[in-house]
């Protein structure tokens, strides 16, 4: 696994300084990957599930209102790169922005990928957003 979010967080490029590249490979790649990841799928759930299942909430099913579940998830994602690599008192340097706006990008990804495998059990959002 930790190989995997080494590689999916290594496209934009190496960690900087590079003498903080084993804190990121080892630390940093798999927590931001794993909450990212589990970020996704819960804010998934609980659009597809809670609100539109579980509450039955039919004016909540909108392209808008996934949208908007959509945003926050990139928000939330982009907030955890950044608590995670200020955690692991890593050196203060603009690839800390940029690993926070690709994991925020991984997100979007994720949440979308998720949506498309668990909307149908949705009675409300079902054909959200597509």
Do not use: C, D
Request: positive net charge; without cysteine.
């Amino acid at each position: 696994m930790k190989s995997f979010f080494r590689f999916l967080y290594e496209l934009i490029g190496t960690p900087q300084p590079s003498s903080e590249t084993p804190v990121y490979r080892e630390v940093i790649f798999p927590n931001v990957g794993l909450l990212t990841l589990g970020l996704s799928l819960g804010m998934v759930l609980i659009f597809y599930y809670l609100i539109n299942r579980a509450m039955g909430v039919a004016t909540f099913n909108k392209l808008r209102h996934w949208v908007i579940f959509l945003v926050l998830n990139a928000v939330l994602a982009f907030i955890i790169g950044i608590t995670q690599a200020n955690s692991q008192a890593v050196a203060s340097h603009s690839y800390i922005y940029w690993m926070a706006t690709w994991n925020a990008i991984i997100g979007l990804v994720w949440f979308f990928l998720f949506s498309a495998l668990l909307k149908r059990g949705s009675t409300n959002a079902s054909t959200t957003p597509f």
